[in-house]
């Protein structure tokens, strides 16, 4: 890879939050449901290491 790569944009998510649902079909509504459940899950479970990190040092720096 070289360091002109870095100069393309981001590739654009395949569902975002906002998108148009109406000419979805059933599957492709399905996924999207899995897609974002999958990423709730993935939030979820950064935000519990982020809580108990914040709670380790909460209890290392207390008086």
């Given at each position: 890879m070289s360091?002109?790569?870095d100069d393309r944009p981001a590739p654009k998510p395949k569902?975002?939050?906002?998108d148009d649902l109406t000419l979805l079909s059933l599957e492709e509504l399905?996924?999207?449901i899995a897609?974002?459940?999958a990423e709730?899950?993935?939030n979820e479970?950064?935000?519990e290491r982020k809580?108990?990190?914040?709670s380790a040092a909460d209890s290392v720096f207390k008086i």
């Open positions: 360091f002109l790569d569902f975002a939050v906002d399905e996924e999207r897609a974002f459940k709730i899950k993935r479970e950064d935000l809580r108990q990190s914040l």
